[in-house]
Nanobody, 122 residues
Framework: QVQLVESGGGLVQAGGSLRLSCAAS????????TGWFRQAPGKEREFVAA????????YYADSVKGRFTISRDNAKNTVYLQMNSLKPEDTAVYYC???????????????WGQGTQVTVSS
């Protein structure tokens, strides 16, 4: 069993930066691919970024490519999402998820965190 806890969300002005963290419990976390998803009010949950278990491969939605960076520290059981050049349209609840065989598909992830709110003001 893996439990995920996100942190680092908040209110930031457009153009600013935030770093989200996803802290995991469970010794098997380091063997799982991990992703970040987001859900804005009235919209479906969408893929943001994902990283392989080793950190050697990363994947991004076109909407965040070049602005967001996903990384992981398996010694700390933590995955990060560095978000730069934030836009109002990045406003959403951001969720961390782990254990998947399809990085882009939310339904394929086995474990989910509770989410952290990110609000970008214009």
């Amino acid at each position: 069993q893996v439990q995920l806890v996100e942190s680092g969300g908040g209110l930031v002005q457009a153009g600013g930066s935030l770093r989200l963290s996803c802290a995991a419990s469970g010794r098997t976390f380091s063997s799982y691919a991990t992703g970040w998803f987001r859900q804005a009010p009235g919209k479906e949950r969408e893929f943001v970024a994902a990283i392989s278990w080793s950190g050697g491969n990363t994947y991004y939605a076109d909407s965040v490519k070049g602005r967001f960076t996903i990384s992981r520290d398996n010694a700390k059981n933590t995955v990060y999402l560095q978000m730069n050049s934030l836009k109002p349209e990045d406003t959403a609840v951001y969720y961390c998820a782990a254990a998947t065989n399809d990085y882009y598909s939310s339904s394929s992830y086995r474990y989910w965190g509770q989410g952290t709110q990110v609000t970008v003001s214009s």
